[in-house]
């Protein structure tokens, strides 16, 4: 497995060898629109890059740039917006709270779902309800009558 120092040296290799390879109309359609910059989740996988290299490495991150100035002087590439500005000057800052509301929000579709379900159930529990009550209003007066015969004995001493 190579050094980290070799590693990156590869990705490098690999940025070049993908810019070379692209024509002006590749790289319009991987323009980030809203920070006028080149999309770098499709520069990543188009180039081979890690992750951490087209973060981390300083050398990737430097030619990238130059190569986003000479892609605007060309036309290819809009302006730099004020939100590419701020996103390339200051670095992006972890969210502890991201992963929390993300699984919060997997289980409140759970929830959901599941109160849905609880609902019909409860809808059909009640219909059945009443049509079992309707069954037994139609008897009632027999129930009525059986009640009174039981209370009579009840009432006999044994």
Not at 42 to 49: D, H, T, Y
Not at 94 to 103: C, G, T
Not at 106 to 114: M, N
Request: glycine share 6%; with cysteine.
């Amino acid at each position: 497995m190579p050094s980290p120092q070799e590693q990156g040296r590869i990705y490098l290799e690999n940025f070049h060898r993908w810019a070379k390879s692209m024509s002006d109309d590749d790289f319009r359609q991987i323009v980030y629109a809203p920070k006028g910059i080149l999309n770098r989740q499709k520069v990543k996988e188009l180039a081979g890059l890690s992750d951490q290299a087209i973060k981390k490495n300083e050398k990737v991150k430097a030619v990238l740039k130059a190569l986003e100035d000479q892609l605007r002087e060309r036309g290819v590439l809009p302006p730099l917006t004020e939100v590419g500005k701020q996103s390339l000057a200051t670095p992006k800052r972890y969210d502890a709270s991201s992963k929390k509301h993300a699984l919060d929000h997997g289980r409140l579709g759970k929830l959901e779902a599941e109160n849905q379900d609880l609902k019909v159930q409860f809808e059909k529990l009640q219909q059945e309800n009443a049509r079992l009550k309707a069954r037994l209003a139609a008897h009632q007066e027999t129930v009525d009558a059986v009640n009174d015969g039981l209370s009579v004995f009840l009432k006999c001493p044994s």
